[in-house]
Each structure stands twice: as structure tokens, then as C-alpha cells.
């Protein structure tokens, strides 16, 4: 895997590393997964009390899920050093490139253009570029919820109880997609947009590495069923859309 043919980047440096090094990669990888949860969980609880911060929460956990995919596929960016680091495999040997990268390679659009060059993810419509021109983008619909002005729309804060919780992810769970629900700037909030698709992106990575490891990990299956949310099922209905493309 490398970076080397995206346009805007520079080799700065290879070195070679110990092959339990690359581990690293993937316990981060897993870590961002479960930021993603708990920034899912997070969302889905202010739903009611904020819909700037259920909107915000839901995008980081869709950014997290992203991230943690890049982290798999071997590329993690350093933000001090500016640059970013890829393993590559050769011959028996493990070594990093050390990428420099540009203005335009900041951290919400790097990870998603990443992944976006490798299939599975290349060909499914549920992973985008995170364009912040488009209408409908995770990015665009951040923009607003971040930056533009909200005063005069703040509800009255209600705290969400843990059964209110779990039949607010069931529903996301049962939700039958007839098109893919990129959120979109113009229907801010959206967040129903917001979390439909950020709960399919953390269920694409569960399934993900369950089918590249199946039980044979002890460290997935250590972190696959978090404890501290129990609300999380992990199903989707196959959207209707996909089904028909299958045909």
C-alpha cells in the first residue's frame, strides 16, 4: 500500500521497521472503531437536547470510522510533522514512507481519499471523498453545524434515558435504505441522515475485520462487544438499492 501516486505529496523518508511494529496500526484502527461508537452513542442521546451537537457527534463518528479503515489499510498521518506515514511490504521486509503533504491534504479529507482507492471501499456508495463543495456531504453538513450561526434554535435540554437510547438505535437498525443518506448541508440538522449512515459505517467495519479474522483474534473479540454500550446490536437492514444493483 502507498501514497506515492496521489497527486500533492512528496517522499520525505522510508525506514524499516520491525513487523510487531505494524501492529500499531491496527490496535489504532480499533481504537478509532470504538471512538466511533462512543461518538455514535453520543449523538444518538442529544437527539433530542442539541441538534448541533447530535449533528457534530454523528459526523466524528463517521470520521473515526473512516480513520480506523485507513489505519487498516497502513496509513496513519502525523499532524505536527505533516506528514504521512505508509507500511509497505516487500520481499520479506516492513518498512514506513514518510509522505509530505500539502495544504490540501488535511486530516477530514486524507483518510476518506484513502480509502476510496481500495475495494472494498472503492465501490461502495456508503464511502464518499467528503467533498465540502457538494450539497450532500458529510464535510458540507459539518460546515454548517460548526460554523454557522444557530442562535435562537437551542431546545430545551432534556436528558435521554437508556431506554429511550436503545429504541432510538433499534429504529436505525430496522431503517430499510432506498438511497444512500449522505447528509446533506441545506437539511441541516439531518440528523437522521447524520446517524443512519454513521451507524452503517461502524457496522461495515465490525463486519470487516469479523470476516478477515473470523474468532481467531483474541484482541477483536476483546473489543468487537464493548461493555459500556449495550444498546449497540450491530444489524442493518441490506438497503433495498444495493439488492437491486446485485440483480
Given at each position: 500500500?502507498?501514497?506515492?501516486?496521489?497527486?500533492?505529496?512528496?517522499i520525505?523518508?522510508?525506514?524499516?521497521?520491525?513487523?510487531?511494529?505494524?501492529?500499531?496500526?491496527?490496535?489504532?484502527?480499533?481504537?478509532?472503531?470504538?471512538?466511533?461508537?462512543?461518538s455514535?452513542?453520543?449523538?444518538?442521546?442529544?437527539?433530542?437536547?442539541?441538534?448541533?451537537?447530535?449533528?457534530?457527534?454523528?459526523?466524528?463518528?463517521?470520521?473515526?470510522?473512516?480513520?480506523?479503515?485507513?489505519?487498516?489499510?497502513?496509513?496513519?498521518?502525523?499532524?505536527?510533522?505533516?506528514?504521512?506515514?505508509?507500511?509497505?511490504?516487500?520481499?520479506?521486509?516492513?518498512?514506513?514512507?514518510?509522505?509530505?503533504?500539502?495544504?490540501?491534504?488535511?486530516?477530514?479529507?486524507?483518510y476518506?481519499?484513502?480509502?476510496?482507492?481500495?475495494?472494498?471501499?472503492?465501490?461502495?456508495?456508503?464511502?464518499?471523498?467528503?467533498?465540502?463543495?457538494?450539497?450532500?456531504s458529510?464535510?458540507?453538513?459539518?460546515?454548517?453545524?460548526?460554523?454557522?450561526?444557530?442562535?435562537?434554535s437551542?431546545?430545551?435540554?432534556?436528558?435521554?434515558?437508556?431506554?429511550?437510547?436503545?429504541?432510538?438505535?433499534?429504529?436505525?437498525?430496522?431503517?430499510?435504505?432506498?438511497?444512500?443518506?449522505?447528509?446533506?448541508?441545506?437539511?441541516?440538522?439531518?440528523?437522521?441522515?447524520?446517524?443512519?449512515?454513521?451507524?452503517?459505517?461502524?457496522?461495515?467495519?465490525?463486519?470487516?475485520?469479523?470476516?478477515?479474522?473470523?474468532?481467531?483474534?483474541?484482541?477483536?473479540?476483546?473489543?468487537?462487544?464493548?461493555?459500556?454500550?449495550?444498546?449497540?446490536?450491530?444489524?442493518?437492514?441490506?438497503?433495498?438499492?444495493?439488492?437491486?444493483?446485485?440483480?
Amino acid at each position: 500500500m502507498s501514497l506515492r501516486h496521489i497527486k500533492g505529496i512528496q517522499i520525505k523518508k522510508i525506514v524499516y521497521i520491525a513487523p510487531r511494529d505494524t501492529a500499531l496500526f491496527i490496535t489504532c484502527a480499533v481504537e478509532m472503531w470504538l471512538r466511533s461508537v462512543h461518538s455514535f452513542l453520543i449523538s444518538v442521546s442529544l437527539l433530542e437536547s442539541s441538534p448541533i451537537w447530535a449533528s457534530v457527534c454523528g459526523y466524528y463518528s463517521s470520521h473515526y470510522c473512516v480513520r480506523g479503515f485507513a489505519h487498516l489499510l497502513g496509513f496513519f498521518q502525523l499532524h505536527k510533522a505533516r506528514r504521512v506515514v505508509s507500511i509497505e511490504i516487500a520481499s520479506g521486509a516492513y518498512s514506513c514512507t514518510f509522505i509530505k503533504k500539502n495544504g490540501g491534504t488535511r486530516e477530514h479529507q486524507v483518510y476518506w481519499k484513502i480509502i476510496k482507492q481500495y475495494e472494498p471501499f472503492k465501490s461502495d456508495p456508503f464511502f464518499t471523498l467528503n467533498d465540502d463543495n457538494l450539497k450532500a456531504s458529510d464535510g458540507t453538513h459539518r460546515i454548517v453545524a460548526n460554523y454557522y450561526d444557530h442562535i435562537g434554535s437551542f431546545p430545551r435540554f432534556r436528558v435521554l434515558d437508556e431506554n429511550a437510547l436503545e429504541r432510538i438505535i433499534e429504529t436505525i437498525s430496522k431503517t430499510e435504505l432506498t438511497d444512500v443518506p449522505i447528509p446533506r448541508g441545506e437539511k441541516y440538522p439531518d440528523i437522521k441522515y447524520v446517524q443512519l449512515i454513521a451507524y452503517h459505517r461502524i457496522v461495515k467495519f465490525r463486519n470487516y475485520l469479523n470476516e478477515i479474522l473470523g474468532s481467531s483474534s483474541a484482541f477483536w473479540n476483546l473489543y468487537k462487544n464493548p461493555t459500556w454500550c449495550p444498546a449497540m446490536n450491530y444489524q442493518v437492514v441490506k438497503p433495498r438499492f444495493i439488492s437491486m444493483y446485485a440483480n
